[in-house]
């Protein structure tokens, strides 16, 4: 059974940064892509980033380029997301996500997590 | 980036209704189109992947159609556990991007 755990969420201040990790089982991580999703409170899904198997290709939505940074690790089964300069309109539930198949450049998303909150405030 | 832009915003129909949900991309994006649904408090499911193709145990009574820019999902005989909000996502390009999502609520 997939199973994607994230945790490393909580509350931060404007400026500040968090990791976030996602432990990943049930399947072979080092096959497949990996994403973070995000939604606001009360708001809609929103790409945020996505890295190749191998981890050698990475992808960020313009808003956080430069602040976010995706990685991860294939001996431990783990994604990351790394936050810098962390902003009120971050503030939201990020969710990691499995690609849908291996190979194909076209992310979509089979399996995600139950996700992990991110409050950005002073 | 490719917009998408979903219609209705919100819906209501009864159990037994068939519902139609549009996907509209402001560029051409092929057939790299996926439909979730998504409930309260929980995460998004994929319903629909390359526009047409049925995601593994979802109900045959979803289904998508589409290709360039403008897409759908249709769910024919609406069960109750069908309420819930749905979004549109493209895979054409990055970055990826979702609709602002259809809220289908019970008449």
């Known amino acids: 059974e997939v199973q994607l755990l994230e945790s490393g969420g909580g509350l931060v201040q404007p400026g500040g940064s968090l990791r976030l990790s996602c432990a990943a089982s049930?399947?072979?991580?080092?096959?497949?892509?990996m994403s973070w999703v995000r939604q606001a409170p009360g708001k809609g899904l929103e790409w945020v980033s996505s890295?190749?198997?191998?981890?050698?290709?990475?992808y960020y939505a313009g808003s956080e380029k430069g602040r976010f940074t995706i990685s991860r690790d294939n001996s431990k089964n783990t994604l990351y997301l790394q936050m810098n300069s962390l902003r009120a309109e971050d503030t939201a539930v990020y969710y990691c996500a499995k690609k849908l198949g291996s190979g194909s450049y076209y992310y979509y998303f089979d399996f995600w997590g139950q996700g992990t909150l991110v409050t950005v405030s002073s | 980036d490719i917009q998408l832009t979903q219609s209705p915003s919100s819906v209501s129909a009864s159990v037994g209704d068939s519902v139609t949900i549009t996907c509209r991309a402001s560029q051409g994006i092929s057939s790299w189109l996926a439909w979730y649904q998504q409930k309260p408090g929980k995460a998004p499911k994929l319903l629909i992947y390359?526009?047409?193709s049925l995601q593994s145990g979802v109900p045959s009574r979803f289904s998508g159609s589409g290709s360039g820019t403008d897409f759908t999902l249709t769910i024919s005989s609406l069960q109750p556990e069908d309420f819930a909000t749905y979004y549109c996502?493209?895979?054409?390009?990055?970055?990826?991007?979702f609709g602002q999502g259809t809220k289908l609520e019970i008449k």
């Open positions: 890295i190749s198997d191998s981890g050698s290709s990475t």
């Open positions: 996502q493209q895979a054409n390009s990055f970055p990826n991007t």
């Open positions: 390359a526009a047409s």
């Open positions: 049930g399947f072979t991580f080092s096959s497949y892509g």
